[in-house]
């Protein structure tokens, strides 16, 4: 059973609450998704493979490590996983950027794909699906699905705020994927969105509705 990693930090727990409160502007919700993806891949590498190496200082010859294995890829689930892609490559500028294209039907919750464009080496890279909110699961299932269905094997989970149903789902179809959050909020309302979440993500980041 893939692992559920709450992050936390209190800085990212500090700007979850702006994240969440209706009150925050677009501006001020788009800087601080950034802000708490950057943090929150301090959580998310920390199981990162290191290696040795030597460098020579201006003093003497240090044995240090780097980071070793293989390189990553980012997934971001569209749209709303864009607003936490900078904030990721801003500590792993190296990472190739792969985007699935789903949204979710408002009426059947059922997520609908439109788009998919994975980088030509995706088999080689680590590959983390980025999506602010996992609520139902369908969004999240359909992409690591996608990336399945090409072979990938190594992915991991990062969203902001779950729904214990959302969790749960994702567990039973991908045992095998470890996800990373930011905080399991109550519950699913019966439109589909957590509570007390931080209502459309999309929307919030794009100032649309
Ligand atoms: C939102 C969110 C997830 C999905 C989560 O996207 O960004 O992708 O809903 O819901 P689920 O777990 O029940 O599938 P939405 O469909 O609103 O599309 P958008 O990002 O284009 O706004
Ligand atoms: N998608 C969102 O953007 N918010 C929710 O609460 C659920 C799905």
């Known amino acids: ?12 727990q500090h700007k979850l ?3 969440r409160d209706e009150k925050t502007t677009t501006k001020d919700f788009r800087a601080l998704v950034d802000e708490v993806a950057t943090l929150m891949v301090y959580e998310i590498t920390r199981d990162l493979p290191l290696e040795r190496v030597q460098v020579k200082t201006p003093v003497t010859t240090a044995d240090c490590h780097v980071i070793s294995g293989r390189m990553l890829g980012l ?3 569209l749209r709303a996983g864009l607003g936490m892609v900078d ?8 990472a190739k950027v792969g985007h699935v294209g789903l949204y979710r039907d408002h009426e059947t919750l059922q997520p609908v794909e439109y788009y998919v464009k994975l980088p030509t080496d995706v088999l080689e890279r680590d590959l983390l699906v980025i999506d602010p909110m996992l609520a139902t699961g369908g969004s999240a299932n ?3 699905e996608v990336l399945k269905r090409r072979g990938c094997t190594r992915i991991k989970l990062m969203c ?7 969790v749960a789902s994702v567990q039973k179809e991908h045992p095998e994927v470890d996800i990373y959050v930011a905080a399991v909020d109550e519950h699913l309302n019966d439109h589909g969105y957590i509570v007390p979440g931080l209502g459309d993500a999309g929307d919030r980041l794009y100032g649309t509705d």
């Open 1 to 12: 059973m893939g692992k559920v990693h709450i992050c936390d930090h209190p800085l990212i």
């Open 75 to 77: 997934i971001p689930i």
């Open 142 to 144: 359909a992409a690591i």
């Open 160 to 166: 902001l705020i779950a729904a214990p149903e959302g």
């Open 87 to 94: 904030g990721v490559l801003k500590l792993m500028p190296a």
């Open 17 to 19: 609450t702006y994240i």
